[in-house]
């Protein structure tokens, strides 16, 4: 198999390092090699936060390189269009339809761009979801990340069950049964 690369992009605290565990304990249980990479930006402060997941039969390194993604998770819009660079021609975008202003913007240094869903769409394929909406339906707005992953597991070659079991076997106890309603919801999206 030709190693597959995926991005986890967004903002510290909205659950990257849990969803890239989850993905690569997913693909090391198919008999995948897997590499995983967090890059932290200031993830305490809700600076950038992106995660490379690669697998395949031998994969020798965890970077993904510019242009090289074929599917890339953004948990806020515009972390998607930071990192769209990174995708294949024909990659697979799913986004998160959530606005977290940066401290430029906060500060009126900078402005928040608009339209970056519709932009991003004339390049890729994009599929969004307003996941946190779904989440505090559900009661937890902490478990967006699940929502958006299960969007994301319908564009991936592996089974729902697969997904679920690993989900369970990475959150913690107490929170599995949010965290897999949290995932169902996406998935059904």
Known sequence: MITKNIMIVGVGGQGT??????????????????????????AQRGGSVVTYVRY????AEPIVEEGQADVMIAFEKLEAERYAHFLKDDGVLIINDERI??????????????????????????????AMETAKKLGNPRVFNLVVLGLSAKHMDFSKE??????????????????????????GS
């Not at 395949?56 to 994969?59: R, S």
């Not at 202003?101 to 979801?129: C, F, H, W």
């Open 56 to 59: 395949g039969d031998k994969v």
């Open 17 to 42: 390092l849990l969803t890239s565990r989850i993905l690569g304990g997913l693909m090391a249980d198919a008999g995948y090699d897997v590499k995983i990479s967090e890059v932290h930006g200031m």
């Open 101 to 130: 202003d940066p401290m430029p913007v906060v500060t009126g240094a900078a402005k928040y761009p608009e339209n970056i869903l519709e932009e991003l769409g004339r390049k890729y394929t994009v599929y969004s979801i307003n």
């Open 162 to 187: 697969a997904w679920i079991k690993v989900i369970e076997s990475k959150v913690p106890q107490k929170t599995i049964e949010i965290n897999v309603r949290a995932f169902e919801e996406g998935y």
